[in-house]
């Protein structure tokens, strides 16, 4: 029945209704699009790791093993359901050449390994247990990903070839943020190459009760079994897998929230504005005695239908474009099978999306029982409190031209309509500015300083102690090194209240030298201090100032705490000091450079690589990229997306705005023609008001991204061991560009939106 | 004497195809430059939309105006604004105020566009203005604080600031008592003697009889004319009973 109205009124106004819709479908879409997202990542992880059986408990280790004693470890301990000791042969980069390419520059520790007997199998990329024949090799899906290999392409490996005979997701090291990349070849064609490489173990556990793990790892600490290497445990195998679309995620659902805020904005203004349009009638039809929830189902039912139109695109939008974000997942996870699940609640949330908006309209509509009908019908209009500027005068005004005075003027007396207006491009511009920034400064050289690496320019790695001093030797003697460090991890055990020890790497050495951001306290600098990684202060519950006890070699030292860190390498669990040792074994020694002439370093690390074979040199940079690279890339994409989304946001809202307001001015206007005003003064008017609104959104805007939007993105951060964060702003695309590119589209979509105001005819408008 | 305002057989129609009706059919008018004339007519026969016409603010279809030697129908959007605002003065029925500028503010808008430097005096010249039609105190008023007739004295001092060559006034004391009715004829009978042409459109036969000529339309023409002596003297009474006589006449 209220059919024909509806569709009159929408027809009425083509431009705004339409908006409204564009503005519910994005709104829509990206609601859609978290939960599809969400749901198949941790459908994917899930699937990924449940066929791989990722072990519960990694421990890496190089050098002597005693398989016995570890052995005899597993059968005792009760909690062990599965053990295996895999056997990862690492080789250097330039000995692995896939097709056309070689890994020289990869600064991941390639290996090669055999499948799995009892667990942490290899998946091929339809998920199932690769089974290898002799002169095949598996290459590990990020380099498929990257396009270093292709199917069929013939990898040599120290002289040996293979045929790619396909690539592997490995649920343990797939992540970019694991250093270790595995390669999977036959055991016969293993045994024949085993001699080429450094043999690492990886030694696994399943168990039959994961929640007990915290048990375990004291219970390996103090059996003082195999050691020498990261740990890792399930649930960081789950984080590094999911880091990097989980990111993703959170900078979509952020934005669908802003998106969800704009589109109630827009709601509550049109919404506003046809009421005030409609007040007369309103009142006319409230003093005749018609009830009002009669006129308030009219106009609810508008809505529901803009709303439902809205929403449906936004769910169709969705589909089309989850295709494109589920890649990555796809490619390293698989399919999931949740995927009908997934449908299912990208429809609920499209569902809450619509009642959402429906409940809103019916809250704004509550205005209605305050409409009065003498009121409305003596003046048409309610009378709206007149809130300050107004020692704001004509007459006092010595700034503005008289135009620009108008706009101002105009936008000073309506606080509440420009509010609304202003709110919006608030939120652009937070959506602009935010994720922007943070791409910039997790992608900038300062960002390991929060990773727990200082800022240098290339390192060189090695587990070869004996060799250190022929590195430190030639550094040492080589001009254009203007700084170097050397630093060498050791494990201590930590003495604990209930005597069981942990192990704990520790790094040793001047950590003045490259200083890496501290949340709390500072750099240890005396033998007694030291200083934890954020996630090691944690789980240790120690703070600044507090005191720990590690044992070496039986003999007990005490040290302070001085500061925490972040540090999302090697598990996160690190701590530094400076005290010298020289019993603890040594897993392994970087020596940072730092050069006076950055424009050499490829062709250092180039030098470097093939002077010391048996290390790792890598430039720091590529280092950074190599393990933060899909991450990077993630929030690059969400970045752009973000810009996109906030400039066709500012654009339409805008335009939606000043074609409201041409409407509703229309006697102004004419009045101010028929007094001698040109098109060209109103619009100047117009522009006025529009770009007045604008400075103080993209103001605030910046102001609240680089406060609120800074903690919302420490927060993301810290998810991956980060605990302080500040932004690297680039101020050139920050303040300049972005505005820029904002007030290029608020005069675009104005000239356009105010088009009408030039047809407006004098004499239509003031009947006499 | 020259003419301040020509119009010459001017055709004014709304609607299109057989809907279309002319609404000015033919009409003439010239207004001297010190001329006070009215324009009478029933509803809708086509006053307000003469006075449009003849102050550029709305086409025409075919003939001619001219506003003090330039032909109106042949210049730009631009230029008719320009004439409006330091040529022409209006004053309407409602009061066509901005609501969110003060009384002064508004009466100064028109004429502070092109002179943003002389403010000082811009508000100076309004001041004596508002003095003259006795509103002075409403200066920082909102225009919602006032009455109708003191916003349409507003008005005429709005329509005052720029010195104009002619005033048109459409229905100026048709919201008001018979008293400020009277009040604001006197006002624009002063101004006319200054030597402004005035140019009113009225149905108040009282009001008719204060001007030296009144024109009287019907369906879209000039059906009559009644020209009385320019000053009115202690004769209203005669001059009141001629215009009600005419009005009979034609049967208005
Ligand atoms: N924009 C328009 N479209 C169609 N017809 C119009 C338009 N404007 C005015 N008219 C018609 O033109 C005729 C003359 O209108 P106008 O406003 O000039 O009358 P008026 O003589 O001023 O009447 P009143 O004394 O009531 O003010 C009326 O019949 C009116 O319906
Ligand atoms: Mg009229």
Known sequence: MYNRIIRNDILKSKAITLTTVIFVAAAAMLVSLAAILVINLTGALDTLMEKAETPHFMQMHSGEIDRHRLTAFAEQNNNVEEYQVVEFLGMDGSQIILGDNSLTNSVQDNGFSIQSEKFDYLLDLNGDIINISDGEIYVPVAYMKDNTAELGDTAVISGKEFTIAGFLRDSTMNSSLSASKRFLVSSNDFVEIKDLGNIEYLIEFRLKD????????????????????????????????????????????????????????????????????????????????????????IYLAKYAVIAAAGSILGFILSLMFQGVLLENIRVYMGESENAPLAIGLGIIGILLVFLAIVAYVNLVLKRFRKISAAE?????????????????????????????????????ARKRLYGTMLLVLVISAFIIIVPQNLYNTISSKSFIQYMGIGSYDLRIQTSDHEKTDDIVQTIESDSDVSKYAVLTTKTFKVKTSNESGENMKVELGDHSAFPIEYSVGRAPVRDDEIALSAINADEMSKKVGDVITLINEGKEKELKVSGIYSDVTNGGKTAKAVFTDNSANVMWTIVCVELSDKSFVDSKVLGYSSEFDFAKTSDINEFVSQTLGSTINSVEIASYAAVAVALVITTLVTLLFMKMLVAKDRYSIAVMKAFGFTNSDIKVQYVSRSVFVLIVGIILGTLLANTVGEIFAGALISSFGASTFNFAVNPLSAYLVSPLMMISMVLIATVIGIARAGQIKISENIKE | MNKIVIGDNIVKSFGEGIEQRNILDGVSVEINEDEFVSVMGPSGSGKSTLMFALSGMDGINSGKVVFDNKDLSAIGEKQLSDIRRSEMGFIFQQPTMLKNLNILDNIILPSIRDNRKNALKISEKARTLMEKVGISELEKRNITQVSGGQLQRAGICRALMNSPKIIFGDEPTGALNSQSAQEIMDILSEINTEGTAVMLVTHDAKVAARTERIMFMRDGKIVSELKLPKSVGVNIDSRIEKVTAKMLEIGI
């Open chain 1, 376 to 412: 409305a019908i003596r003046f048409g209009t309610s009378k709206e409190k007149k809130v300050g500027a107004k020692r704001f005068t004509l007459s006092s005004n010595r700034v503005f031209s008289t135009n620009i005075f108008l706009g101002i003027k105009d936008v000073l």
């Open chain 1, 210 to 297: 994961y929640s007990k793990i915290g048990e375990f790892e004291t219970a390996y600490a103090s059996a003082g079994l195999e050691a020498n290497g990261p740990t890792v445990t399930y649930t960081l195998f789950k984080t590094m897998n999911a880091i990097s679309d989980g990111l993703m995620i959170a900078v979509i659902l952020l934005v669908s929230v802003l998106v969800i805020a704009i589109a109630f904005m827009s709601i509550r203004f049109t919404l506003l504005a046809k009421i005030e349009d409609d007040y007369r009638e309103i009142g006319v039809m409230k003093a005749i005695g018609l009830r009002l929830s009669d006129i308030k189902k």
